[in-house]
């Protein structure tokens, strides 16, 4: 267990509100641009997470809120 920080998938963590708690911040359209890195999973389901919220891929011609990197 890490007192620090959180263990586990990041989708659970946002689910239950913890990533939230954690940040100290509310993840909503209007203030959040978030930065995912990670395997082709993890992005499909943190983005489909975030879009429940509002949130939206960012994209060149349609700025958005969500920005990705697959590294493997």
């Known amino acids: 267990s890490n007192p620090n920080g959180l263990e586990g998938r990041m989708t659970t963590h946002l689910a239950s509100g913890a990533l ?31 879009s429940e919220r509002g949130l939206q891929r960012h994209l060149r011609h349609k700025p958005g809120h969500i920005t990705t990197e697959q590294y493997f």
């Not at 911040?25 to 997470?49: A, E, F, Q, R």
Request: net charge positive; glycine share 6%.
């Open 20 to 50: 939230e708690r954690k940040a100290g911040v509310s993840i909503n359209p209007s203030t959040t641009h978030v930065m995912l890195c990670g395997n082709h999973n993890m992005l499909n389901d943190m983005k489909n997470s975030l």
